[in-house]
């Protein structure tokens, strides 16, 4: 971490710095300058919060040069995290494709969707019981009902399903039901819910909110990590920014750089990234080929009568062939796509 | 609501469409073009989800036309809401200054900054004692103690308080010990929060969301409402933009934009708005000229010790200043700020 | 085009604006509806300006339903627009690599970084002879010398190059020496410039503004084909947003966007979208892989020692590498990485 | 300027940074840390590019610690710079108030509008006779000839004007018509039209770019001031961002930020930053108490039949209370609203 003093910052005011980091148990290094002074700490600070500097008289800036973070960080766990959860492995050479409709409507739906979705090659079954919506109007979920329905058509079928807890009322069902949680983008900082799910003894899925940023994305992480679950795998859905020709902008070098700096595996939606169904195949290639560990997408066999974001739903044909390019572009990228035998 | 087809959607795609619409119970309007047909539809629609037209064949896009909310609009409820809260009124002529620190640190502390608060003629003291802080390593309040110290504060100083319910864990402490139920940012989508806080019999001052339209800070209030609480008042506290120069960019223009289109009160936050010490008076000051109905400050008399976010937060003789500013404004803007004789 | 009045607009605001659009010889389809009237335009009105519609008394709101771009868009154009430029196709099956040194340093380091391009497969050399520098006191180029060096190794490797023209006073030299003349992101709304370049004789390779929405991009291309130049390469290479881990953030859905709108050939530049070296190839592998017509790369033999931008630029070696990975790609897209035989 | 050195970086690559420090004449302050190393650098490094040790080998990054500009700083010059146009003062006490039609469209629309601004107490003119717009399709300005019918108008009505150069090749015509000669957004890192504005001999309005930081926008200025012109007015005019009730968003906060380090005038236009009549005036009160010189506002009598952007410009009546609220403000602020004898 680096202090840097104001212009006509005065001697005892680079003192009282420097006492306030010795106080901490660090070490001060002040680098008087020609036009101003900074002073450079070291010692443990992984984890210091850098408020406690910015008020003090004279200071001007605190400058982070360690990141923020610890448990998720790849200085800490340089192996690579794989998730495995009913069979299905995520973060290791294999791509996964989780696939579904945003809501689960009905038993027959649901059953319908998931049968395509496992004859196509996906791994797992993607389903809404509870939606977050932003008008109290919307359609809201089934609920438990719609938990109860994935559960029944997770072992008809034999995929492992993944599904919303949008709530930390909510999240002992959704954990009960299905084989991992997802945390949606609107909660990636509701930090009791990230406490809570870090104690629900199933892996998380965890959304990047849309105006996050990588380092926030990885602090949500941390939270759950520091609970003792360490199965988390990162998901890149879109940021809000100005571009309005999709519902929000993918921010696909997200997945190179949290490669980077964590050992968790990340994947990519497509569908609520854009918003819009033409965008979800080329988006989904584009995953594949920048590094990310499999892709999200919803799928709807009807989704001219789906009851909640038809528009970012792919048609099982349309899924077909968008296992095909996935299964393409892995094979020259020195990944694949598995077929597990009997996963669930 | 007015639908727009592809360019070489067929008859039987515009079929379709309108019969979907009255299926609703609502009436098309065909619009046949050079280029491309575009429906109209009018009815009883103002609740009416798009997502249900966007899919159809032949659709390109669906244009809202009308908002897609109710009870918090102007339309709906031509008079001005005024919140009345331990004899202090947000939303009327008068003007409102809420302030207090970041965070309740201890009992000593909260009472020293509630008195410089009240000494300079702030009507409501804030202070946070659940913190919703991006890291797992940063302070997060003391909780329900930090509850009992702001009660305590409260009948001794004789003020009204507001703080911030993170979880629907802590709602029911945060509306027992409070005057006002706070929601801050990262939970203005937090719905299921949302509908508790309808029912919580506290007024509900509920921030916009970093990445928030106002459109969806008055859909979260609407849900709010929704649930039999009309007492909401809105709060501006900065969108998260790529100017680095302060932490968030504050829309100051929102304000004009609430005032146009619904009834609720709205105030800013410059200390959160901007994270600067030295923005915090400039920017108060264009809150009130703009028409903000009051601000609310972070004020520390020890910033150099305050345990979060100190760098945002001013001393008691700048919110004296602040004060004084305030009142000669709003003394040539038709608005006044009232003493409150024995508030709480 | 559809024009959505006040909801208490009165019948004769409705025939003033009913007026107006039958002034202009179109056709007015009024909508009259529970809460207030719409009224729908039809005719020929690609090319209308919606201000002359939104400050009519008693309208609130006009939207334009078809594109405000003509020359550019597909359903003008129906077949996709190749480039050819010195025996190099942009915009066919054949992907383009277009790469070279950010700035033309000296005549050794263009020859030298020229030969490592051309033998890796590139296909067109890219160099900056002109700097549009956000400081003064940066690098600005080496100006015609620059220009003349670009000339020299160009007929010494064989390859098309590509540089920049910063403003109509440098497009006439730019033009003479380049096979492509560059318009550059911060230039993309410099409305003279573009319309030079519309008569300047030579392809013209648009960049996206930083702060650009898709179709205004398309309406900047629309100035150059307007003053009868067809050959527009457009270029993706970051929006400005929140996210701080790369300089821009590369709006990679564009790519489908413009494709389906436009008939133009687009390529995209992960060394100005990212700033950041250890991105160039992931956003390589996800450029072609969403279906970009090529890439645009910076490429240094001596990193340490580049007058410019050193940190987006890779290494002769590493370029290796993401020709290789291209023409990976390629294979398994049904597209492929020409090689030809004597460009230029 | 701090560099920080990777975690694994070798003693070697630290030494190399070092030296070439060194070579710049600078000197070196490596900080051993327990998790990684800094270097420190100290001297004259006003103007250096962060650029040159980025790309040495081991370096993650580079820290700039003091300003990139030198010219347009407190630092360098501690007294306000008010830059006198025609008896108007700009940047002391008195506030100016900029207003006319967005386009000169005929002598008498001109004439009638100037005559207006001028009897409310407005102190320039403005007027676009180029004007630049997205479409190529939209009206662009009367040229010459509306320069012309500025300059008349100017005589006529005793009142310096302000238009926009667009390119340089209109920049001396512009500075022969005007008092002010006005660099537009989309021009703000046009930096061949900067550096001959620095040239012009006129004073020169500098609006931010929609996408620039205050740092570029000081930057900008920089290359002005660089030429030997020190009559640089900025001007704060909205900058993009998601939100979507106004057309920018008006960054309010960049006022006191530009008072802080730099000693340049600032002004406000909320007809661009708001696109909406109904902002103008709040906006303009927020501006005033914010603490900016001035603003720049739209006015037009008969927006119904304006040639460009009507629904940003009020009318003389709005324009006659707009001058009063500002007199208000400014009787509060300690400033004040002059009245000149006899301007031009």
Chains 1, 2, 3, 4 share one sequence.
Not at 5 to 30: D, F
Not at 64 to 86: A, D, I, W
Not at 208 to 214: D, E, N, Q, Y
Request: charged content about 20%; aromatic content about 4%.
């Amino acid at each position: 971490m680096l202090i840097v003093m104001e212009m006509n910052a005065t001697p005892e005011q680079v003192e009282g710095v420097v006492q306030r980091i010795e106080e901490k148990g660090l070490k001060a290094h002040p680098i008087p300058g020609a036009q101003r002074t900074a002073i450079g700490i070291t010692g443990n600070l992984g984890v210091l919060d850098r408020g406690i500097f910015e008020s003090l008289p004279g200071v001007i800036q605190v400058i982070r040069v360690s990141h923020p973070f610890k448990l998720v960080s790849h200085e800490f766990k340089p192996t690579q995290t794989v998730v495995r959860v009913g069979g299905v492995e995520i973060g290791g050479r294999g791509l996964v494709v989780m696939a579904g409709p945003c809501a689960v409507e009905s038993y027959e739906q649901t059953l319908r969707i998931a049968r395509a979705v496992k004859a196509a090659g996906g791994h797992i079954l993607r389903g809404g019981a509870y939606k977050p919506r932003t008008s109290p109007y919307s359609f809201q979920g089934l609920g438990v009902e719609g938990l109860e329905i994935l559960a029944r058509v997770r072992e008809e079928v034999g995929m492992p399903v993944v599904s919303e807890a949008t709530d930390i009322d909510v999240l002992d069902a959704v954990a009960e039901h299905s084989d991992i949680v997802q945390i949606g983008a609107r909660n990636m900082q509701n930090y009791t819910l990230l406490r809570r799910a870090g104690r629900c003894g199933r892996p998380v899925l965890l959304k990047r909110g849309m105006t996050a940023t990588v380092t926030e994305l990885l602090l949500s992480a941390e939270y759950i990590l520091d609970q003792g679950n360490p199965d988390v795998i990162l998901c890149e859905r879109g940021i809000r920014t100005f571009a309005d020709h999709t519902r929000n902008t993918l921010d696909i070098a997200a997945v190179p750089e949290v490669k980077r700096i964590s050992h968790l595996p990340i994947i990519v939606d497509p569908s609520h990234a854009s918003g819009k169904r033409n965008q979800i195949l080329p988006l989904s290639r584009a995953a594949v080929a920048v590094g990310a560990d499999g892709v999200m997408v919803e799928v709807h066999d009807q989704p001219e009568k789906a009851l909640s974001d038809a528009n970012q739903a792919i048609v099982p044909d349309e899924f077909e062939t968008l296992m095909e390019e996935v299964r393409l572009l892995a094979s020259v990228l020195e990944r694949n796509v598995p077929t597990y035998a009997a996963a669930v």
